[in-house]
């Protein structure tokens, strides 16, 4: 079974969807509920050019429940996959009382000090990790200086002892692969504004996720829909759940 199904399939519940902000960076998901909730995503737009629409049924999206706009977590269409993803995130139930509030980054500082990290997506923090790691690759479908191209995951990711990777491979459907090429001692951590804070991921080799929640949805709106970076989002927390090991 892959991660987006094992994922659709621990939903519980459902709710009517309030409003949808589609911004350039970032995609947000209000629920009609009381207090509001809200889920937050990586919006990925793919490949320019073609001539079918990214989002098939634009414009009559809020007719649709929480749970069916999350199952567009499925679509091919990376803007689709989005949406799906943001409304998923908005409709999961998080248990934060086993979360702390500890960044993705400190983590990673913390356990790839001395060793070989490789992380799948090219964070802020990247140039810290290079200075405390033995080894630091950065694998990027769009490499900057000093990053490796995505395709080169095969030859990196086995050697690797602390792995990160973007919840965005969620979005474009390369999670599957990519865990799958991480030794089973390996510390891997999903990452990113993405993450679904659950503990599905741990089914699959994963011992950590680090994701964000929402506190100030209108603030957080108002700056998604002005094209706001994840730093300049207001009014998130960020959360770390890790696997419970027995």
Known sequence: MSITEALLDSLQGDAPVRQ?????????????????RSGLA???????GKAEPPVSEAGMLLNKTARELSKLLHS??????????????????VDESSC?????AELI????????VAIVGHFPFIEQVRKVAARCDVLELIPRPGDLPAQQASAVLPRADVIGITSTTLINHT???????????AFVILLGGSTPLSPVPFQYGVDGVAGTRLQD???????????ATFRQIPGKRLLLMAKDKE
């Open 175 to 185: 999670f599957d692969h990519m865990i799958q090429l991480c030794r089973a001692d």
């Open 100 to 104: 702390k509030r500890i960044n993705a």
């Open 20 to 36: 949808l902000v589609l911004g350039p960076f970032w995609s947000v998901v209000v629920l009609d509920t009381d207090p509001p």
């Open 109 to 116: 500082l913390e356990r790839g000090a001395g060793r070989h």
């Open 76 to 93: 091919p269409k990376t803007l689709e996959a989005s949406i799906g993803l943001a409304a998923f995130n908005a409709l999961l139930e």
């Open 217 to 227: 949805v209108p603030a957080a709106l108002r700056a998604v829909s002005q094209g």
């Open 42 to 48: 990586s919006t990925l737009r793919g490949e320019p």
